[in-house]
């Protein structure tokens, strides 16, 4: 069993940045693909960006493609999504998902097994 702890979210202005983590605790992160996943009141879950196990492979949303990064450090067992130039649309609540079927990108959101509890994103404008 995998445990997801989020934390970095906040309120911000837009333009900002902001640097989200997610730290695991049950078992080593290593071997799974990573994700992150955000949600607003009454739409599903939206799929944000996925990393591969090794940290070799990335996979973003054209939403935030090109402002967002992913990425994450086996060591500390933390995946990480530093958010830059967040626009209002961005406000949301964070989620990080892990993958356990050994899957090198997720882009689906069901498709993965482990979910943290959410960290609230708010950009102003």
């Known amino acids: 069993q995998v445990q997801l702890v989020e934390s970095g979210g906040g309120l911000v202005q837009a333009g900002g940045s902001l640097r989200l983590s997610c730290a695991a605790s049950g078992r080593t992160l290593s071997s799974y693909a990573m994700g992150w996943v955000r949600q607003t009141p009454g739409k599903e879950r939206e799929f944000v960006a996925s990393?591969?196990?090794?940290?070799?492979?990335?996979y973003y949303a054209d939403s935030v493609k090109g402002r967002f990064t992913i990425s994450r450090d086996n060591a500390k067992n933390t995946v990480y999504l530093q958010m830059n130039s967040l626009r209002p649309e961005d406000t949301a609540v964070y989620y990080c998902?892990?993958?356990?079927?050994?899957?090198?990108?997720?882009?689906?959101?069901?498709?993965?097994?482990?979910w943290g509890q959410g960290t609230q994103v708010t950009v102003s404008s």
């Open positions: 998902a892990a993958d356990g079927s050994l899957h090198t990108i997720v882009t689906i959101t069901t498709e993965y097994d482990y």
């Open positions: 990393i591969s196990w090794s940290g070799g492979s990335k």
